[in-house]
């Protein structure tokens, strides 16, 4: 967000700056889900809804897990939350008292961490490889897990790598951590951004101590109107629905009924249409890094970042950066912001971008090399 933040001031005094650093897409909202906030406010419904979510909105998430997924999700397991950030600090509020342990993926989305600390927990790190895929292993579980460990959290898609667990390999980490008395929550925050492999949910698997995050920002296209939701064992639901009532009362009404519209079978094409370009953003940007000097042993399954290795290039990501930003005007992210893991060996390119502004961020990369 520092990097951000400079890239903003440059483009104020006129430079041009090229966006790979963040992880929003530059799409606009698809019109009908746009069309939808229209008609919720025309309608006058402006008021808050239940702290749980929006009845029609948790009914709607339940039919689309039926429809889209064949994963029968009962809507009173579904909460919706003001985007997937609150869902996973309510997570850790609920499950994390002082000095409890929660294992985490090193990459990985780096708020998980201070989510934890928030709740006076210890954030443990799993030094992930790329040559094990930038997965999670059961092994990792045996190894880190102690009496104070309360939960795993992994993502698939994942961020900043991309990688895609297979429904058996969450089926192993789930029955490791359940036989341990904790949960495993997995982030799909990214769900649907797939490529060469299945989008499923993990939900089909109807595992007993798993949690899931779910949001309508990234595959939906609905950065800004903060909408997300999780599904949760029964138990945790009135826990939840008290943090709920004192965190936030409850998520946007306009947002939710326009995430009613989201999840119609009239704005999927729309949205498979996204994917496919992301796809082939991937596709061009991929072979370029690699002839760059960048790392990159295949392209990512899911999301829509590269994370590459600099080492051949330079022994410091973050200075890198840096100076690829005030130098060339090309923002990407340094490893620094994912973890503990090697940080000064990577970076994480962001196509979420035109293939244009890809290859002028190419053409200046090299200029800068």
């Known amino acids: 967000m520092r990097l951000l933040a400079r890239a903003r001031e440059l483009e104020t005094a006129g430079r041009d700056i090229?966006?790979?650093?963040?992880?929003?897409?530059?799409?606009?909202?698809?019109?009908p889900i746009i069309e939808a906030g229209h008609k919720a406010l025309n309608e006058g419904k402006t008021h808050y809804t239940p702290a749980l979510g929006l009845p029609e909105l948790r009914h709607a998430l339940s039919?689309?897990?039926?429809?889209?997924?064949?994963?029968?999700?009962?809507?009173?397991?579904?909460?919706?939350?003001?985007?997937?950030?609150?869902?996973?600090?309510?997570?850790?509020?609920?499950l994390v008292d002082q000095g409890d342990e929660v294992l985490l993926p090193d990459p990985g989305y780096p708020c998980n961490r201070n989510?934890?600390?928030?709740?006076?927990?210890v954030p443990v790190s799993l030094p992930l490889t790329e040559e094990q895929g930038w997965l999670v292993t059961p092994e990792m579980i045996e190894r880190f897990w102690t009496e104070k460990t309360r939960a795993l959290?992994?993502?698939?898609?994942?961020?900043?790598?991309?990688?895609?667990?297979?429904?058996?390999?969450?089926e192993v980490l789930h029955d490791a951590v359940a036989a341990k008395g904790g949960y495993l929550i997995v982030d799909e925050i990214y769900q649907g951004l797939t490529f060469e492999v299945e989008s499923s949910s993990s939900l089909l698997m109807r595992l007993d101590h798993q949690i899931v995050v779910d949001s309508f920002s990234k595959y939906f296209g609905m950065t800004g109107w903060r909408v997300g939701w999780l599904v949760v064992p029964e138990s945790l639901v009135p826990v939840l629905e008290v943090l709920a009532q004192n965190i936030y009362l409850s998520a946007p009404v306009i947002s939710q009924w326009a995430a009613i519209t989201a999840l119609?079978?009239?704005?999927?094409?729309?949205?498979?249409?996204?994917?496919?370009?992301?796809?082939?953003?991937?596709?061009?940007?991929?072979?370029?890094l690699k002839?760059?000097?960048?790392g990159i042993s295949q392209p990512p399954h899911g999301?829509?970042?590269?994370y590459a290795n600099?080492?051949?290039?330079?022994?410091?990501?973050?200075?890198?950066?840096?100076?690829?930003?005030?130098?060339?005007?090309?923002a990407v992210t340094p490893g620094k912001d994912f973890g503990l893991n090697k940080p000064h060996q990577f970076v994480r390119f962001a196509f979420t971008t035109s293939i244009e502004r890809m290859q002028e961020a190419i053409d200046r990369i090299s200029r800068f090399l």
Not at 153 to 170: E, W
Not at 264 to 288: Q, T
Not at 303 to 306: C, K, N
């Open 264 to 288: 119609s079978a009239e704005v999927s094409p729309l949205l498979e249409e996204r994917r496919d370009i992301f796809r082939e953003r991937r596709d061009f940007l991929y072979p370029k």
């Open 303 to 306: 999301a829509f970042y590269l």
């Open 18 to 31: 090229i966006h790979m650093e963040i992880g929003e897409p530059d799409f606009v909202t698809a019109d």
């Open 63 to 94: 039919d689309w897990y039926a429809r889209v997924h064949d994963a029968p999700v009962d809507a009173g397991r579904i909460i919706v939350t003001p985007g997937s950030s609150t869902g996973l600090q309510m997570l850790m509020s609920a």
């Open 310 to 330: 600099c080492a051949a290039l330079t022994n410091d990501s973050f200075d890198f950066c840096q100076r690829l930003l005030e130098e060339q005007g090309v």
């Open 153 to 170: 959290l992994v993502a698939s898609p994942a961020n900043p790598t991309g990688a895609v667990y297979t429904a058996q390999q969450l």
């Open 115 to 121: 989510f934890v600390l928030l709740s006076d927990g």
């Open 291 to 294: 002839q760059l000097g960048f």
